[in-house]
């Protein structure tokens, strides 16, 4: 059972689970973790993390950087910073096209700004993708497949691609323009993406630091968005989220990589 919140910040609906607030304490915040695949991996991290786990009450509004710069400040004030980061913020299935794109990637990207800089040496990201990214990818136009596969597309490149994507589907144009149906699909292919991007940077920026990010898939998991049928419970989908959250200090692999059942799937 998870233990009950230890102190909160009503002001921005955190809560610190197993508690010392200390700023040498180990400190992971998981967004998104109200119910379902964000709340899984913080249940799994307060038996197995050495340290203060913290997460949203709520959803963090991901597309408002005010709402999202309440956390990193609270976590620079209190920890001055973060060893780790689970980001599963903007999950939830939308019903509109345009929405999946704003509140996934764009939304996962915010939180990654504000975030990333943060981060401790030798800390651990966790995005929460799927693998249905890889679906919408192979949906995709060729000239759309090469793009996102290139070693060295840009993030802007890719907020420019995305974008695409919102524009040709209000203009009722995106399957002509080699874009597939799945919005849920194209957007966690950004997220995908994005992640290598940032992996990218951080080995630029910060090589010495030995920090490792990656992108993962919970699989199909039994929540309220893919239902009872579903083949996973919540504690088998955060196997792999708390798997890379939790790599040893000296790992160096996997870094910048799609993972699913613990291993890397290739892109």
């Not at 973060?82 to 939180?111: Q, Y």
């Not at 940077?201 to 968005?225: F, H, M, S, Y």
Request: proline fraction near 6%; hydrophobic fraction near 35%.
């Amino acid at each position: 059972m998870i233990p009950k919140p230890a102190s909160a910040c009503p002001t921005t609906a955190l809560h610190v689970l197993k508690a010392t607030v200390s700023s040498s304490t180990p400190v992971v915040p998981v967004t998104g973790a109200k119910k379902g695949i964000g709340f899984a991996p913080a249940h799994n991290l307060c038996q197995q993390f050495l340290g203060d786990v913290v997460l949203t009450a709520q959803e963090l509004d991901i597309d408002d950087l005010q709402s999202i710069c309440a956390l990193p400040d609270f976590l620079r004030q209190e920890y001055r910073g973060l060893d780790v980061l689970v980001n599963n913020a903007g999950v939830a299935f939308k019903s509109t096209w345009i929405s999946d794109h704003e509140n996934k990637l764009f939304g996962t990207r915010n939180v990654c700004m504000e975030f990333l800089p943060l981060i401790k040496p030798q800390g651990r990201v966790v995005n929460v993708s799927s693998r249905k990214s890889f679906v919408a990818l192979e949906d995709c136009s060729p000239e759309l497949q090469e793009k996102f596969r290139r070693d060295a597309i840009t993030e802007d490149e890719l907020v420019g691609l995305m974008n695409k994507s919102v524009e040709d589907t209000k203009n009722g144009v995106h399957r002509k323009e080699g874009w597939p149906d799945t919005a849920y699909g194209v957007t966690k292919t950004g997220v995908t993406v994005l992640s290598q991007i940032h992996a990218g940077k951080l080995n630029e920026q910060r090589r010495g630091d030995k920090i490792l990010l990656n992108a993962c898939c919970p699989g199909w998991v039994r929540t309220d968005v893919a239902g009872p049928e579903a083949p996973r419970t919540l504690e088998e989908g955060a196997e792999t989220p708390v798997y890379l959250a939790l790599l040893p200090s000296d790992a160096k692999e996997p870094h910048g990589h799609f993972v699913f059942e613990k291993k890397v799937k290739q892109w």
